[in-house]
């Protein structure tokens, strides 16, 4: 079961690790780029719920193994696919099964266990995906170091066949799972959509800072995904910092001073160029992982407050959410950069080829010395703009939470202790006189 969270955990940082060399080797163009993300991130968010709710109808347990069958045959498909569409297409079942795997093995997990430990099973749950996610960066970039770009992707397979043994050797029918009630929570008060800008940003960043530090940084393999470990690293700190400040203040002022946090780091960014040393980079990367994290605890924290006996559906929602975010920020930050790329390299090489117009790694498979100059030049320009465009989305993020004034989120920060009456039969004193209390009927 957990190794059926690992696998969400572990894709989420590993395909951007993939990127860089895919673009070099597969002769696609950028909005197949963008794709391989946001076709995985649209297709999880949007049939999450959906397919979630299955379970009540064919059995947790079957749901589970359906849906890690197709997680596994997209990775396969994904890391021997040559061209656009069979890769755009396997990442679509990617998403379907991921959508499957996530919801399903949490709801199956409370039936394994007596009750008094379900909170450190669903703990236990949580450090999987936590675990994947900061595995990603060095287990895909030890793979890029020694094998092809689809082996970020087919490593997903072996961790599905131990997933798929596990849960066939448990026992069927999913006695005591949770059932899938229907949503209670708000959808339109703040913590949903803030928790979507804020994994639209970071996921976005990851986009565009992956070829950044691959193409212009030549960072490669285990390099590559080192570099990434500031931003995880920050995430992690931020998600512990923002739960606790989130109960003392409330998580309005937490998500506020998390998108200020984000904000300054994508602001730096705004600085980078090709000779910016990694020190530099990584406090930016490390910055921008404490925003999000400080960010996402606090509307985490706020979600579960407007929905306090959902668990599990509040889970749903901020998944979906956020997945969907991820999608709207590949592509915003992405079309962004892409846009601004262009226009650079037009101006500095009128006849440049097609494929180096579409992308910074189609200009560095010309090997052509002026040409990836020129790319890598253009690809910081457009590194810049997308970091100017990420700072609007932080600010309406920062926004939101007073824009959408939800009373059913707010979090009180202390509960005042009741009064208690004076005791019958104690003395108390009021002002300078000394009152006593006789119990009724004394003399």
Known sequence: MVASLLLIGLDTTMAYLALPSLMVELPIGDMAVRLVLIAYFATFGVLLLPLSALGDRIG???????????????????????????????????????????????????????????????????????????????????????????????????????????????????????????????????????????YALLMGVLFVVTPYLRGVGDSSGLGLGLRLLPLVAGLLLGVAVGERLGRRVGPRPVVVAGMVVLGGGLLALTTVDAGTGISQVAAILAAAGVGSGLSLAAGLRAASAAAPDDFFGV?????????????????????????????RLDQAVPAAPEAARDHLGGALATGEPALQLAARLAYVDGLHAAAVAGVVLAALAAALPFLLNDRSA??????????????????????????????????
């Open 60 to 198: 947790q347990h079957r749901l589970l193994l359906a849906g890690l069958v197709l997680f596994g045959a997209g990775a396969a498909v994904t890391a021997f696919a040559t061209t656009s569409v069979p890769l755009v297409l396997a990442r679509v079942v990617m998403g379907a099964g991921a959508a499957v795997v996530m919801p399903t093995a949490l709801a199956l997990l409370p039936g394994l266990v007596d009750p008094s430990a379900r909170p450190k099973v669903l703990a236990g749950a949580s450090a999987a995906v936590i675990l994947g996610v900061c595995l990603g960066p060095l287990l895909g970039g030890w793979l890029l170091e020694h094998f092809w770009w689809g082996s970020v992707f087919l490593v997903h397979v072996p961790v599905v066949l131990l997933a798929l043994v596990t849960v066939a050797l448990l026992p069927p029918g999913g006695a005591g799972a949770t059932r899938a009630a229907p949503a209670r929570g708000s959808w339109t008060g703040w913590p949903i959509p803030v928790l979507g800008l804020v």
């Open 315 to 343: 889970m749903r929602r901020t998944t979906a959410a956020r997945q969907v975010g991820a999608g709207v920020g590949v592509a915003i930050l992405g079309i962004t950069l892409v846009l601004r790329y262009r226009d």
């Open 410 to 443: 707010e979090i009180p920060t202390a509960v005042p202790a009741p009064e208690q009456p004076a005791s019958r039969g104690r003395w108390r004193r009021t002002g300078s006189a000394a009152v006593g209390s006789r119990p009724a009927g004394g003399h």
